[in-house]
């Protein structure tokens, strides 16, 4: 078993495109036209076919309280592995991107958590 696709809600797809390829370094895998929204899915530069993230529309009821309740206690929708925490701490502020934490040692791993402008927080981590 293995992990082939995961998603984040989004508000807006295409400002989520935006910021995961644009400021993240993400790459567009998939865009499908599925009514007023899309299949979007982005995938790491690094796994081209490795796994992908769907950017879902946040329309479902239970989204914005479930996504609410998280960023109100600082919990982060997802996770992403990079190789050095405070670089990639500086390129993203450096891009405009918001952290409501910055680069913190937790002995095995060092974390930061950001702010996606979907409506999500997303954390980053690099182990030791």
């Known amino acids: 078993m ?16 935006a910021f995961y390829t644009d400021i993240l370094g993400f790459r567009k895998r998939h865009d499908i036209p599925v009514g007023n929204d899309s299949w979007l899915t982005v995938v790491s530069p690094e796994a081209p076919d490795g796994p992908q993230l769907l950017l879902e529309p946040a329309g479902h009821p239970a989204v914005k309280p479930y996504r609410d309740a998280l960023v109100a206690d600082g919990i982060p929708l997802a996770q ?5 925490v405070n670089a990639e701490y500086e390129r993203l502020r450096a891009a405009g991107v918001e952290f409501t934490q910055p680069p913190t040692d937790l002995e095995t791993v060092t974390v930061a958590i950001f702010d996606d402008t979907c409506g999500n927080l997303i954390q980053i981590i690099a182990e030791k």
């Open 2 to 17: 293995r992990i082939s696709l995961t998603s984040v809600y989004v508000d807006d797809q295409a400002k989520a495109l």
């Open 80 to 84: 992403f592995a990079v190789d050095d």
